[in-house]
């Protein structure tokens, strides 16, 4: 069973629409939890990025949530546009930290439709 | 300021064959990181540079090696390449290894093993 899981796989929404995706981690403790964006053809780029006390941090139109008792985080995109279509990826810092420690989820890839 | 960088942006390989993979780092960052982003799947840790020396490792085989030069930028090899080998290969860079500072991903290479 995979340390970070998402959900879902792939989504399509319209423009202007709102849409949330999921994040459901094993990992507990931890040290932080980031929401990355990739651009197809590009590598991943940090939205947000939340320690294991914070419970919510904003980005502009993203907005990330973290219910550290469920070990769930959601990443909610407000009035869509265009470029967001991308995937999203989750990734948690274990405890003892540095980035080649890093468990990446596999990342729901979104669509957004005019 | 210049990104990271990576070359080449596609490569092409055959079976058996060995590929080179070269990425340049933001100036004045001293640490590297390799991972490898297959399809469906989330990034995995390759190799982790950090002022010439290899610091850590993931759970690859030793056919996947790599260095870094004087001037940090760094070079990942695969050598007998298989079938499975075949995805995106990113690099980051960062001012440490450790948890201070942020990771910056470059827009990765693009393997296909046929």
């Known amino acids: 069973k995979n340390q970070v899981e998402q959900s879902p796989q792939s989504l399509i929404i319209l423009e202007g629409k709102n849409c949330t995706l999921q994040c459901n981690y094993t990992v507990s403790p931890f040290s932080n939890l980031r929401w990355y964006k990739q651009d197809t053809g590009r590598g991943p780029v940090s939205l947000t990025i939340?320690?294991?006390?914070?419970n919510t941090k904003s980005n502009g139109r993203y907005t990330a949530t973290l219910d550290a008792d469920t070990k769930q985080s959601s990443l909610h995109i407000t009035a869509s546009q265009l470029s967001d279509s991308a995937s999203y990826i989750c990734?948690?810092?274990?405890?003892?930290?540095?980035?080649?420690?890093?468990?990446f989820g596999a990342g729901t890839r979104l669509a957004v439709h005019p | 300021e210049a990104g990271v960088t990576q070359s080449p942006t596609h490569l092409i390989k055959t079976r058996g064959q060995q590929a080179t993979l070269r990425c340049s780092p933001i100036?004045?960052?001293?640490?590297v990181y390799w991972y490898q982003q297959a399809l469906g799947l989330g990034l995995q840790f390759l190799l982790w540079?950090?002022?010439?020396?290899?610091?850590n490792r993931g759970n690859f085989p030793p056919r996947f090696s790599g260095r870094q030069f004087p001037n940090y930028s760094s070079e990942l090899n695969v050598n007998a390449l298989e079938l499975e080998d075949s995805a995106l290969y990113l690099c980051?860079?960062?001012?440490?290894?450790?948890?201070?500072?942020?990771?910056?991903f470059g827009p990765g290479t693009r393997l296909t093993v046929t």
């Open positions: 540079y950090d002022e010439g020396e290899e610091r």
């Open positions: 980051a860079s960062s001012l440490d290894g450790g948890r201070a500072g942020e990771q910056y």
């Open positions: 990734v948690v810092s274990p405890p003892e930290g540095g980035y080649n420690k890093l468990i």
């Open positions: 100036s004045g960052h001293t640490s």
């Open positions: 939340m320690t294991f006390s914070e």
